[in-house]
């Protein structure tokens, strides 16, 4: 079994930050990114836009400069940094990692924590 825990969400305002971190326990053999989605009331789930990598297959456009992924590979733990945040912030983040839960797993199974809520308004 495979656990995704998020924690760091809260209310904000804005301009204000806050650091989201999503901890990966369980059986884990191999991990090959962690990243972090979020979903905002009424929209898809969307990759958050970063500047940097931290073990992530993608960075997207916006948000770079604001919002800075690391990772701690030691402690199977990925951090998101999001300075400066604004209202079209307010969402649902999640964690998503791709792992192999066992030596001999086929493939890198697709993994999500349960979401911490993040509120951007004055």
């Known amino acids: 079994q495979v656990q995704l825990v998020e924690s760091g969400g809260g209310l904000v305002q804005p301009g204000g930050s806050l650091r989201l971190s999503c901890a990966a326990s369980g059986s884990i053999f191999s991990i090959y990114v962690m990243t972090w989605y979020r979903q905002a009331p009424g929209k898809q789930r969307e990759l958050v836009p970063t500047?940097?990598?931290?073990?992530?297959?993608n960075a997207a456009d916006s948000g770079k400069g604001r919002f800075t992924l690391s990772r701690d590979y030691a402690k199977n733990t990925v951090y998101l940094e999001m300075n400066n945040l604004k209202p079209e912030d307010t969402a649902v983040y999640y964690c998503n990692a791709k792992i192999k839960p066992y030596y001999n797993s086929p493939t890198f199974g697709d993994y999500w924590g349960q979401g911490t809520q993040v509120t951007v308004s004055s």
């Open positions: 500047g940097t990598s931290g073990g992530t297959t």
